[in-house]
């Protein structure tokens, strides 16, 4: 399996030439040319995790594609079939196995309502969280997708996420709102704490990819 990381939050994960989208939002250029696109994984309903352009661009594609997220994207994606999932609920989309987790995104500030959220866990290897820091259960994680930088992230707390989940590599995600600088501290911290674990931290920039 292919990882790719794409601007900000976007992952794409291809598999016997099938394609898995993740989280294709506003700070994310478009995807260009994707190959035998099976499903798509909304985490939550932030914009800059999903927006009009890019479902639309994709949907025009391969149409009658599923859209998998929480209930709170089903509301604002109102004009989009979406199927709504849970925590703990686990869906196939060959050649895709998908678990969620969590439920609910991180707190950004008490004056600002907590939406729904979920993680996914892919092929039992690639764990995305979305923007949470909800650990999946069950075997280890081969590769973790980790948050960088966003209002909602302290970087001790992402440390402390990495240090629970202990993947046996890791990569920076969830990076636009950062300057070069920022990010590059962050990635050195993250380096920190996968290591801990016995785990790598892979650098991976805009169209850069790994495999599992």
């Known amino acids: 399996m292919r990882v790719t990381k794409f601007e900000h939050a976007t992952l794409t994960l291809v598999d016997a030439d099938r394609t898995l989208v993740i989280d294709p939002g506003s700070y994310t250029a478009p995807l260009g040319e994707l190959q035998n696109v099976v499903a798509i994984v909304l985490t939550h309903e932030h914009a800059d995790h999903w927006t009009p352009d890019h479902l639309d661009r994709i949907l025009g594609t391969f149409p009658g594609i599923p859209i998998y997220a929480p209930e709170g994207v089903a509301r604002a994606a109102a004009g989009y079939e979406i199927t709504v999932v849970h925590p703990g609920d686990i869906v196939e989309a060959e050649p895709f196995r998908l678990k969620f987790f969590g439920g609910r995104h991180a707190v950004i500030h008490t004056s600002i309502p907590v939406i729904d959220n979920v993680g996914v866990l892919v092929n039992d290897e690639l764990y995305y969280p979305g923007d949470s820091y909800a650990v999946p259960d069950g075997r280890p994680v081969r590769l973790l997708a980790a948050p960088v930088g966003a209002p909602w992230l302290k970087i001790g707390e992402a440390m402390d996420f990495v240090l629970a989940v202990a993947p046996e590599r890791a990569f920076g995600t969830h990076d636009m709102t950062l ?14 704490a996968v290591e801990q674990g016995g785990g790598e931290f892979v650098v991976l920039d805009p169209g850069d990819s790994t495999d599992l």
């Open 179 to 192: 300057s070069v600088v920022g990010r590059d501290m962050g990635r050195a911290r993250l380096t920190w």
